[in-house]
C-alpha cells in the first residue's frame, strides 16, 4: 500500500471520530492552523455544514472575529445575537454605510441557550471576548436542548485566548487549559483557528485533541507529521493530527459572499474596567514585542 493510501486512510479515521456522537468518548477539540488564505475558514465552516446536515438536534454557536469582514454569511442560515449592554453595527465594505439586520439580545448563557437555535449557525457577541471562555465551560454542563451535543466554531482564537495575557485574562486562560478535558467530556467540540499560533495560549493549545495544518503551515514539533508532507498539500486538503496518528482530510471551498461587511461592537464599560483593559494590552504589546526580539536575537546567534 502507498503512503498516499494510508494518510487518505488515516484521514477518514479521524473524520470519522470528529462526526461520532458517543457520548463515553465525548466531543473533539481541533486546532486549525495555515496563513492567511489557506482556507482556514472554509474548513471550520465545511465541518459546521456537515454537522449541521448530519445532526439537526445539535447547537452550533459562532465566534466570528471583529474589526474584519464577518465570515459567517458564507453559509446560508444563520442569526446573530448579542449580549445585553454591546450594541453591533454593521457596516458594508462597499458603500461604507451602516446597514440593518436582526440581532437577538441574550441576558445570560441560559438565555442564550434558550433562544439558540437548531440547523443555524448561531453568531455570538459578548461584551467581552474571554466571555467565550466561560460560556465553554456553560456549555459543558448543560445538555437540556436536542441531542445535548453542540459545536463551537472560534474564529482567529488568539482574540479568546491570547498568549499574552496579564491579570483576568490569563486566569481565563488558565480556566481553559484546566476544562480543556472536560469541556471534550460535556458532548462539546470545538473547532478553532488561528493564522499565528504563537499568540495563542500555549496552555490551551497544549489541550487540544486534534491539530490540522494547511498549506504553507509550519508544523509543531510533537506533531507526527513531516514538514514535508505539510509542503506539499494542496488547496482543499489538511493534515490532521490526533494523537500519534495522522491524516489527510478534504474541504469545500467557502468563498466569501456579498455584502461583505463588518461588525461593530459598542461595549460601555466602566473606569476601573477600562484601566484593566488599557494595563492588559500594553502587557500583550510589550511581551509581544519582547518575543520578537527574542527570535530575532536567536537567529542572529547572539544568545
Ligand atoms: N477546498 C477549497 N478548494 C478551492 N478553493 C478553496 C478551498 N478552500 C478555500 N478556498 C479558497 O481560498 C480562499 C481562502 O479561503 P479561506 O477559507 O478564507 O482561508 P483563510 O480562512 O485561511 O484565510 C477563498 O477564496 C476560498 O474560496
Ligand atoms: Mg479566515
Do not use: C
Request: charged content about 35%; glycine content about 6%.
Amino acid at each position: 500500500m502507498t503512503k498516499k493510501d494510508r494518510v487518505t486512510r488515516e484521514g477518514e479515521k479521524i473524520r470519522n471520530r470528529i462526526f461520532n456522537r458517543n457520548k463515553a468518548e465525548g466531543g473533539v477539540t481541533i486546532e486549525t492552523v495555515g496563513v492567511q488564505g489557506s482556507g482556514k475558514t472554509s474548513l471550520d465552516l465545511h465541518l459546521a455544514e456537515i454537522t449541521r446536515r448530519k445532526y439537526p438536534k445539535e447547537l452550533i454557536f459562532y465566534r466570528d472575529s471583529i474589526e474584519s469582514p464577518v465570515q459567517f454569511n458564507r453559509v446560508d442560515n444563520w442569526q446573530i445575537y448579542a449580549e445585553e449592554g454591546a450594541t453591533l453595527k454593521f457596516r458594508d465594505y462597499d458603500t461604507n454605510k451602516y446597514f440593518d439586520l436582526p440581532v437577538i439580545t441574550f441576558k445570560d448563557f441560559n438565555d442564550l441557550y434558550r433562544k439558540a437555535k437548531f440547523k443555524t449557525i448561531n453568531v455570538v457577541y459578548f461584551k467581552k471576548e474571554y466571555t467565550w471562555i466561560d460560556f465553554l465551560n456553560y456549555l459543558r454542563r448543560h445538555m437540556h436542548r436536542g441531542s445535548g451535543w453542540k459545536t463551537v466554531i472560534l474564529e482567529e482564537y488568539e482574540d479568546i485566548a491570547p498568549q499574552y495575557a496579564g491579570g483576568k485574562r490569563w486566569r481565563k486562560n488558565l480556566l481553559y487549559s484546566k476544562n480543556a478535558k472536560n469541556i471534550r467530556k460535556g458532548l462539546v467540540n470545538t473547532f478553532a483557528n488561528t493564522q499565528s499560533k504563537g499568540d495563542v495560549s500555549h496552555f490551551i493549545r497544549s489541550k487540544l485533541m486534534m491539530r490540522s495544518y494547511l498549506r504553507g503551515s509550519k508544523v509543531d514539533d510533537v506533531s507526527p507529521i513531516e514538514q514535508r508532507f505539510i509542503d506539499k498539500l494542496k488547496i482543499g486538503e489538511a493534515a490532521i493530527d490526533y494523537g500519534s496518528n495522522f491524516g489527510k482530510i478534504t474541504f469545500n471551498p467557502y468563498p466569501p459572499k456579498d455584502p461583505i461587511f463588518e461588525v461593530e461592537k459598542i461595549v460601555v464599560i466602566d473606569e476601573k474596567e477600562r484601566e484593566e483593559e488599557i494595563k492588559d494590552a500594553k502587557i500583550r504589546t510589550l511581551d509581544k514585542k519582547i518575543s520578537r526580539l527574542e527570535e530575532v536575537l536567536e537567529k542572529l546567534n547572539v544568545v
